[in-house]
């Protein structure tokens, strides 16, 4: 409604808003008709009584209006801001939920080719277990079995 805080008198901030009927024309006070009176809002200081706004009552709810529409055009701002978040905020789950299911699939893997390579090692005949240990192939069975740690695969 106002922008104003503070009292530019005396600077307290104890301001209020009263009703005020006034009579702007010249008929005299005892022979007035209601249409004569004006109606107008008053803000004024409660410590000094200093009147700080005059605001006529049209104005006043013209005021009211638009503070009324500006506050519906702010809520429905908020709403749509919080729409969005929530959008966002799922679309991330979901990606941080498949980056876990890849994690873990990649962890299974590496998981079998170890059994798998120690299975291989066990079966390779006595005597030539160690030849094989430092051969090519056994080599590239370790580097598919490191998928996470060393970034060989994906
Ligand atoms: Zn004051």
């Given amino acids: 409604m106002s922008e104003v805080q503070k009292c530019r008198e005396c600077g307290g901030d104890n301001l209020l808003w009263t009703q005020c009927n006034s009579n702007k024309t010249d008929v005299a006070e005892g022979r007035l008709r209601t249409h004569e009176i004006t109606c107008s809002f008053v803000l004024g200081c409660e410590d000094c009584s200093e009147t700080i706004a005059v605001i006529s009552a049209d104005k006043f709810i013209a ?5 009324q529409s500006e506050l519906a055009a702010l809520r429905e701002e908020l709403g749509q801001v919080k729409r969005t978040a929530m959008t966002e905020i799922l679309a991330l789950n979901s990606t941080l939920n498949n980056q876990a299911k890849e994690l ?8 079998e080719l170890s059994e798998l390579l120690g299975e291989v090692l066990s079966e390779v005949p ?4 160690e030849s ?3 051969s090519e192939l056994a080599e590239s069975i370790r580097q598919a079995i490191k998928p996470t740690e060393s970034g060989a695969s994906e």
């Fill in 63 to 67: 005021n009211y209006g638009t503070a």
């Fill in 126 to 129: 006595h005597g030539w277990g």
């Fill in 132 to 134: 094989f240990t430092d």
């Fill in 104 to 111: 873990a699939a990649a962890e299974q893997r590496n998981a």
